[in-house]
C-alpha cells in the first residue's frame, strides 16, 4: 500500500472484515496492516471478533434497535442500518476517531459499514482508502437476515462507485472487480497475500 508506507501513520480501520486469521479477506487486512507493522492501527466496527490491536470499538446498536435485530424484522432493521449508516454516525466512533486521531481512514468496503467510514473521513477531513473485497449486496453468501432488499440494491451500487472514484486510493481484489467498476475508475489491484 504505497500511500501509507511510514511508520509515523495512524490507521483507523472501519469494517466488518476484521483483520485476522479466519478467513481470506480477513488474513489479508491482517498481513497488510498488522503483521508488517508498518503503521499503527485502530479497528471500529460492528462485527465481534478476535482483535490484534490495542485500539479497538465494537459499534454497538442502540439497546432497542439490537433487540429488534432479535426478531423476525431483523432483515428490515439492518436494511434500514444500510441506509442511516450514510446519515448518521455513532457518538461513541466520533469520539474513538478523534482520541485517537488517525491520519487516514482505511475501509474494506461492505454494506452496513461504508457508510460510517465514508462520514468520518468527511467530518475529520481525512483520507479515505478502500479496499473492494467483494460486492456484498450482490454476494450469493451474504446471509438471509442481512441481504439487502432488491429495491436498495441500486443504491448500495452506487455508493460503491461513488467511494471508487471519490476515495484516495482504492484497491481491487482482482481484475475481475476491477473490470465490474469500468474503465474509468483508477484504482490498483492488492492481491490476497
Known amino acids: 500500500m504505497g500511500l501509507v508506507n511510514n511508520s509515523e501513520k495512524k490507521i483507523l480501520y472501519i469494517s466488518s472484515v476484521l483483520p485476522g486469521t479466519t478467513s481470506g479477506g480477513r488474513l489479508a487486512m491482517y498481513r497488510h496492516l498488522i503483521k508488517k507493522n508498518n503503521f499503527t492501527v485502530a479497528v471500529a466496527s460492528a462485527t465481534k471478533g478476535e482483535s490484534f490491536v490495542d485500539a479497538h470499538l465494537e459499534i454497538r446498536s442502540h439497546r432497542v434497535v439490537a433487540r429488534l435485530k432479535r426478531t423476525r ?16 454516525l455513532p457518538r461513541e466512533l466520533v469520539r474513538f476517531a478523534e482520541e485517537y486521531m488517525p491520519d487516514l481512514v482505511v475501509c474494506v468496503v461492505d454494506d452496513w459499514h461504508m457508510g460510517l467510514a465514508w462520514q468520518i473521513t468527511r467530518r475529520l477531513k481525512l483520507p479515505l482508502v478502500v479496499n473492494f473485497q467483494d460486492l456484498f449486496c450482490l454476494s450469493q453468501f451474504v446471509s438471509k437476515s442481512t441481504r439487502p432488499f432488491s429495491c436498495l440494491i441500486p443504491f448500495l451500487k452506487g455508493r460503491y462507485q461513488m467511494l471508487a472514484q471519490k476515495a484516495t486510493q482504492a484497491f481491487y481484489t482482482s481484475e475481475g472487480m476491477r473490470n465490474w467498476f469500468g474503465r474509468d475508475f483508477q484504482g490498483d489491484i492488492l492481491y490476497p497475500v
Open 73 to 88: 424484522f431483523t432483515r428490515w432493521i439492518v436494511n434500514i442500518e444500510y441506509l442511516l449508516n450514510w446519515i448518521f
